[in-house]
């Protein structure tokens, strides 16, 4: 059942709150680096006001992109085998419109979708688990075009489509991977290619691409199993590419700041850091373990990047972006999990407990400003599934997620 919706894009400022949209995975530049402003410095004891709870999220690991006062991502329809994509109110919670768009993707840590939808001039974009690839109308739900990363010679990972596409000008972009060519630009309104990396064919992972301009020369970055890759926008040819030797599951962003582009990887692989010349060759610029991050992502502020490490001495991780040395490192505060920036501080979120914490943003150490722990938690989730959904901060808000609980929280003074 479909119900209308309208959809406001912009920034909006309320009691000294500068606020601002979230439009796909990792926000409006693919960083996890939210603009929001005069938010909560501190916690009460039982944590931020939840504004709403929803049960509308079916099951699944979908992330949300947030666009004025609504808030989209996808599910699997509890007990049955449709993968939806719905559209909440940001107000209330309460749902615009739910469009049902593959059958299920089924998997030992739990069933269902796991990218993120991105918006984009009034349409939606996604990707099932088992690789379905669709527009729809961000009003409606209506659906505009769809095909299948099998379509365009790709075979789905074992965990599925993690991927959340890009979107860039006329095109979106997406890495079905394979012989064909690893990643493909369709044309945004119809679903047509454009292009297809021919030179480029590795298998798909479960990291998303990015857009980066280096050296002046605009171009999408994407990580897979064997190669940290950079393709032209115009034909998809290779610009540059350098080793990367993964290991079971590829998952983190790429990250690039000036002309260095750093990744890192979990099991026991660690991170690595490059630097492009203007002649697009490539140089190692060093690799270590000191972030060993598995899916919970990596955010750089300033001359920093934080996340949580797998390595030896690790847990929740300061690391130097200039030689990849660690600033600091907390193991007992917080168990494993993923992470969100916004005005100065991190969000962490224990992917065993579902605790939250706000921590300073700070070289100095880990300092707590406020913890809480997710109640009610779903009954529905895998017993070998836990809570992996990356926290999300738009207008004034913070969203996180256990499968068909979708939750809200005023975390605005």
């Given at each position: 059942?479909?119900?209308?919706?309208?959809?406001?894009v912009g920034i909006w400022s309320v009691a000294g709150v500068t606020a601002d949209d979230?439009?796909?995975?990792?926000?409006?530049?693919?960083?996890?680096?939210?603009?929001e402003a005069g938010l909560l410095k501190s916690w009460p004891a039982d944590g931020p006001k939840r504004d709403w709870l929803s049960k509308a999220g079916g099951l699944g690991y979908s992330g949300f992109s947030v666009v004025g006062?609504?808030?989209?991502?996808?599910?699997?329809?509890?007990g049955g085998d449709d993968e939806f994509v719905v559209c909440l109110d940001v107000k209330n919670g309460e749902t615009k419109w739910k469009t049902n768009v593959a059958k299920i993707f089924k998997n030992g840590w739990g069933?269902?979708?796991?990218?993120?939808p991105t918006i984009d001039d009034g349409h939606c974009y996604v990707v099932s688990g088992n690789g379905v690839v669709a527009c729809l109308?961000?009003?409606?739900?209506?659906?505009?075009?769809?095909?299948?990363?099998?379509?365009?010679?790709?075979?789905?990972?074992?965990?599925?489509?993690?991927?959340?596409?890009?979107?860039?000008?006329?095109?979106m972009i997406c890495t079905p991977g394979g012989k064909d060519g690893a990643v493909v630009a369709l044309n945004k309104k119809?679903?047509?290619?454009?292009?297809?990396?021919?030179?480029?064919?590795?298998?798909?992972?479960?990291?998303?691409?990015?857009?980066a301009v280096i050296n002046n020369q605009p171009q999408y970055i994407q990580l897979t199993m064997k190669s940290l890759v950079s393709l032209s926008p115009v034909d998809g040819s290779v610009l540059w590419k350098s080793d990367w030797p993964g290991q079971t599951a590829v998952i983190p962003t790429p990250i690039v700041k000036g002309n260095r582009v750093y990744v890192s990887s979990g099991y026991r692989v660690g991170c690595m850091s490059v630097e492009v010349a203007a002649d697009n060759s490539v140089k190692q610029v060093w690799k270590n373990q000191v972030m060993v991050n598995?899916?919970?992502?990596?955010?750089?502020?300033?001359?920093?990047?934080?996340?949580?490490?797998?390595?030896?001495?690790?847990g929740w991780t300061c690391q130097s972006f200039a030689d990849g040395e660690q600033v600091w490192a907390e193991n007992k505060a917080l168990s494993k999990g993923a992470i969100?920036?916004?005005?100065?501080?991190?969000?962490?979120l224990s992917e065993s407990k579902g605790e939250v914490v706000l921590i300073d943003a700070a070289v100095e150490g880990w300092k707590e400003a406020g913890r809480f722990k997710l109640e009610p938690q779903t009954e529905n989730r895998s017993n070998r599934g836990k809570i992996w959904v990356h926290p999300v901060i738009a207008n004034g808000k913070m969203f996180l997620r256990d499968q068909e609980l979708i939750y809200c929280y005023d975390i605005s003074p």
């Open positions: 059942m479909k119900f209308f919706c309208f959809v406001v979230w439009p796909q995975w990792r926000g409006p530049n693919r960083t996890d680096v939210s603009n006062n609504h808030l989209f991502t996808m599910g699997l329809e509890i069933d269902g979708p796991r990218s993120t109308k961000s009003s409606d739900g209506t659906v505009v075009w769809e095909k299948t990363m099998q379509d365009l010679g790709g075979k789905t990972p074992f965990w599925g489509y993690c991927e959340s596409v890009l979107v860039d000008g006329k095109n119809t679903g047509e290619i454009v292009w297809q990396s021919k030179d480029f064919q590795d298998g798909a992972q479960y990291s998303s691409p990015i857009k598995h899916h919970g992502g990596v955010i750089l502020v300033g001359e920093h990047l934080f996340g949580y490490s797998d390595g030896r001495k690790g969100a920036y916004a005005d100065g501080k991190f969000y962490c």
